[in-house]
């Protein structure tokens, strides 16, 4: 049972921080009384307390761009919300993804980041100074023979003790597999969402 307060401020409004449920993308910042709450929570439709139109105001009403809430959290100081949803369609009133104007896309952290690297470096193509270059200008059999061969550096590690060697070669096979992903033209995102299929 929550015990939100909506009184620590004077216009019995908290702040409703909305992330989509899959991705962990922020989309929007609304704020909500103690009715909108009860709303969103009968109807599992977001529902806010719109500041400029002095109402309620379900997301999506005009648009058909609603949220569908999946899970709601409130944090330690009682007066704060974080709603995760499932987004019909773009959330911000603009159309874009995110009110940030950004895509509302999984990111992983620090592989994401390496493969933006990879693809910059792709890009560039300079194969004196970049090795990501290099592999790739000796084409897609030469990639592939790669992770090969960095597959089996793993199997035969993990069959020894050596915890480091093990995870080196581990990175030395995700790195090679993105470089391929990425040859084929594709992401990690690509390959999640064969795996979010099957999970069905």
Same mark, same amino acid.
């Not at 139109?53 to 949220?67: A, D, F, I, P």
């Given at each position: 049972?929550? $015990?939100? *307060? ?5 216009d019995?409004?908290?702040?409703a921080i909305?992330? *989509? ?7 929007m910042l609304?704020?909500?009384?103690e =009715?909108?709450? /009860? +709303?969103?929570?009968?109807s599992?439709?977001?529902t806010?307390?719109s500041?400029s139109?002095?109402? &309620? #105001?379900?997301?999506?009403?005009? !648009?058909?761009?609603?949220?569908h809430?999946v899970d709601? %959290? &409130?944090?330690? =100081?009682n007066?704060?919300?974080?709603? %995760? ?6 959330t911000c009133h603009?159309g874009?993804d995110t009110? #940030? =104007? ?6 992983y952290?620090?592989? !994401? *980041?390496?493969?933006? $690297?990879i693809?910059?470096r792709? /890009?560039?193509g300079n194969s004196? !100074?970049s090795?990501?270059?290099s ?5 897609i ?22 915890? !480091? &060697?093990?995870?080196?070669e581990?990175? =030395? +096979?995700?790195?090679?597999y993105? &470089?391929?992903l990425?040859a084929?033209?594709? /992401?990690?995102? *690509?390959?999640?969402?064969? +795996? /979010?299929?099957?999970?069905?």
């Open positions: 049972m929550m $015990t939100i *307060d909506f009184n620590k401020n004077n019995g409004l908290v702040p909305i992330q *989509d449920s899959t991705t962990k993308s922020v989309l609304g704020y909500m009384n =009715d909108a709450f /009860k +709303l969103t929570q009968k599992k439709k977001v806010f307390y500041r139109k002095q109402r &309620l #105001w379900m997301k999506g009403e005009e !648009s058909g761009n609603v949220l809430v709601i %959290q &409130l944090d330690c =100081d007066d704060t919300l974080l709603i %995760q949803v499932k987004p019909e369609g773009p603009k874009s009110c #940030w =104007d950004s895509k509302n896309e999984a990111h952290g620090f592989i !994401s *980041d390496l493969e933006n $690297t693809e910059s792709i /890009k560039v004196e !100074s090795y990501v270059a592999l790739f200008e000796k084409g059999n030469k990639i592939a023979q790669k992770v090969g061969e960095e597959a089996v550096e793993v199997v035969i590690e993990a069959k020894d003790n050596n915890d !480091s &060697l093990f995870l080196s581990s990175a =030395d +096979l995700l790195f090679h993105l &470089l391929l990425q084929k033209g594709f /992401k990690i995102n *690509d390959v999640v969402a064969v +795996l /979010k299929e099957r999970e069905k």
